[in-house]
């Protein structure tokens, strides 16, 4: 990143109004990495959209922390934002381009809300400028930047959390620990269910203007800086893969991330596939909104669905198994066992409940990263960037193994299931049960498309993804080389 001097900053914001509030020191001495418990951490927040306007609730309330500066391209949210702070009684300054922030010699830490694509690139800039970082999950946009991000962690010695506040969830724990021990016999396969209604996003066949005097250069970043065709210019970038990742790396996120947690974080599946599709809607939405993937973990399949279309035409009411529209199952030899924000709960072979851990959803995540900040320990922290980077993997393999596939119309894919995943007879009864939530809602598999991916072989150290059928294998590299928009590119070294 390029550093600008103090002076040229102060100058810079001033000609272009980016600085709205004027309250604080700019430039006063850093606290130093870890701060001490009489001491105040000075955080930022870069992106104040749903998430960063929570953050600056979240941080804003705990003790010992100042939010002193926020940030977002949007003008609107910035005013907005700040008087959200004003109203928690603290004015932070406020800037259109965060690296103003990462320019501060008086922050500590940084928290990332931005949208996925800027998470990768906004961390490396923070570790070079020494801060510590929160950010938001997915911390990765794509699976390449992760171990970039790693290393930019070591190389500056700062502490980085990642935004999956499940892993600050004592409920959770205390089921996954007591998991450990079996009680209901071998774990024969999982199904991690994240079906959240979404409508149409709407269609628009001309582009469309950003919100005024929001920097629409600054918020594609690494992005093409292509029209902006999406109705709705927040949120909505999720749904397009230049700036998102589906539903599959949004709140499939934490799925990933308790599916690694019940089967041990050093465990990775050797092959993955997946297949779904974007239905119903003719919108400007191009990730699926049913997709389920396969992961094959030497032995027990893991199903990982997101769904966004209802149980029917008509509806907003969502489909579910064994009552469960968000969590976890795991299967056991003698009951089950759903896991998830709400903790855990376990069921024998009749479906009794047996035993139970209430979560919280993870509410001390936040107080976690601060007070590993103060201990300035690394290993105090319940979510390290590598837990995030990892679970990544699993939903980057899963949309790179959809976006490769085969877009078939003119039948139901059943035969396709039996050739890809045959081996897995588990999977017959989620395949049914989307075909009939699809035909509930009136998709005509006769005429809309189905999308089967290939399988992908993985290792993850050093990372290597082959698809198992060749003719897929160029459109795989395609999809794992991203690339990066000048100026705003990630090296490949550090
Ligand atoms: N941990 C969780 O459970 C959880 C919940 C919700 C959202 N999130 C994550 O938080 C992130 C933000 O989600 P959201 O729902 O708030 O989205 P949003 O679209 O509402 O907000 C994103 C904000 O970032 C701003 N922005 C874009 N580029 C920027 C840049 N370069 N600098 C500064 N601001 C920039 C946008 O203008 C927007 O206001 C996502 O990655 C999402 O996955 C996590």
Not at 344 to 350: K, R, W
Request: with cysteine.
């Amino acid at each position: 990143m390029k550093h600008i001097s103090r002076r040229e900053m102060i100058t810079r914001m001033i000609k272009t109004g980016t600085i709205l509030g004027t309250t604080k020191v700019i430039g006063a001495p850093a606290l130093g990495r870890a701060g001490s418990a009489s001491e105040s951490i000075r955080v930022g927040v870069i992106g104040i959209g749903n998430k960063g306007w929570q953050h600056i609730e979240t941080f804003g309330r705990l003790p010992g922390v100042d939010v002193v500066a926020i940030s977002d391209i949007d003008p609107a949210r910035l005013a907005e934002g700040r008087k959200k702070a004003e109203g928690l009684s603290y004015r932070p300054d406020g800037y259109i381009d965060g690296r103003h922030i990462l320019d501060r010699a008086d922050i500590d830490a940084v928290v990332i809300a931005t949208p996925n694509h800027w998470h990768g690139l906004q961390t490396i800039w923070a570790c070079q400028a020494g801060k510590h970082v929160y950010v938001e999950k997915p911390v990765t946009h794509n699976l390449w930047e992760g171990a970039r991000m790693l290393e930019a962690e070591q190389q500056y010695g700062v502490l980085i959390q990642a935004g999956t506040q499940n892993r600050s969830n004592p409920g959770l724990a205390d089921a996954l620990e007591y998991l450990k021990t079996r009680p209901l016999g071998a774990i024969q396969w999982i199904h991690g269910l994240f079906w959240k209604f979404r409508g149409s996003i709407g269609y628009v066949t001309s582009p469309q203007t950003p919100p005024p005097g929001a920097d629409y250069n600054l918020f594609c970043g690494p992005a093409p800086l292509t029209p902006l065709m999406r109705k709705t210019f927040h949120y909505d970038w999720h749904w397009q893969w230049a700036t998102g990742n589906g539903d599959m790396g949004n709140l499939g996120a934490h799925t990933t991330d308790d599916v690694r947690r019940v089967l041990g974080d050093s465990v990775y599946p050797k092959r993955i596939m997946s297949y779904g599709g974007r239905f119903v809607h003719r919108d400007n939405g191009e990730t699926p909104n049913a997709h389920l993937a396969v992961f094959d973990y030497a032995g027990i399949p893991v199903f990982i669905e997101m769904r966004s279309l209802p149980t029917g035409v008509g509806t907003e009411r969502m489909d579910h198994v064994r009552g469960i529209r968000n969590g976890t199952i795991v299967q056991c030899e003698d009951g089950w066992v759903n896991v998830g924000r709400g903790g855990g709960v376990f069921y024998d072979s009749s479906g009794k409940k047996v035993k139970s851990f209430a979560g919280d959803a993870g509410a001390g995540h936040v107080e976690n990263f601060i007070a590993a900040l103060r201990a300035n320990d690394r290993s105090l922290l319940n979510a390290p960037l590598q837990a995030g980077v990892a679970a990544g993997e699993l939903f980057h393999l899963a949309n790179v193994s959809y976006r490769a596939g085969d877009s078939l119309r003119g039948h139901d894919g059943r035969a396709l299931r039996e050739q890809r995943l045959g081996a897995f007879p588990q999977s017959e009864a989620p395949f049914d049960h989307m075909i009939a939530m699809l035909k509930r809602n009136e998709v005509d598999l006769e005429t809309s498309s189905v999308c089967f991916g290939p399988w992908l072989s993985y290792s993850p150290t050093p990372s290597e993804v082959r698809s198992e059928s060749e003719p897929h294998q160029a459109m795989v590299e395609s999809l794992l080389t991203p690339t990066y928009r000048e100026p705003f590119t990630i090296p490949a070294k550090l």
